[in-house]
């Protein structure tokens, strides 16, 4: 597998993986985002904008930072993953495997949360870490795009 990639796909699985990690570190370790090792308790919301809805209803007794950690922070939380992806593997090209794949992950980490009661399981979680997926690949094409354009214009020149 490493022997048939490229210069820039092994420079991509390098940041995924840094990624990855600075990712579940923040997810299910950094204390400053109310992950306290004391407080082990289920904690779920399966109804679709119910926290979202809170934060914004509360956003001036919580503060704005919490609203933006919450909401801003899913969604720019994967948008790494969904730019990584397509770099990483033939298969990410495809946006339907790159979201798949994305909402897999979020998946993944809201039940891990679930079961080790770190967190919550929620749901308004996993569409904003979509979106943030979707983002992030949009990004990789806008990316792609220029790159190819930028390429045909030198060679248009010389």
Request: proline share 2%.
């Amino acid at each position: 597998m490493i022997r048939n990639t490229t210069r820039n796909q092994k420079f991509g699985w390098v940041l995924f993986v840094v990624y990855l990690t600075v990712l579940v570190y923040f997810v299910f370790f950094a204390e400053s985002f109310g992950r306290d090792p004391a407080q082990r308790e289920y904690a779920y919301n399966l109804e679709l904008f119910k926290e979202i809805r809170r934060f914004y209803q509360y956003r001036h007794q919580l503060g704005m930072e919490a609203f933006l950690l919450n909401v801003v922070g899913n969604v720019v939380a994967f948008m790494p993953c969904g730019f990584f992806l397509p770099v990483v593997s033939k298969r990410g090209k495809k946006w339907y495997n790159t979201i798949s794949l994305c909402f897999g992950l979020s998946l993944c980490i809201e039940t891990v949360q679930l079961v080790f009661k770190v967190g919550s399981f929620d749901v308004d979680d996993l569409l904003l870490n979509t979106i943030g997926g979707v983002l992030g690949y949009v990004s990789y094409r806008v990316v792609q795009w220029l790159r190819i354009r930028r390429r045909m214009h030198g060679k248009t020149e010389a």
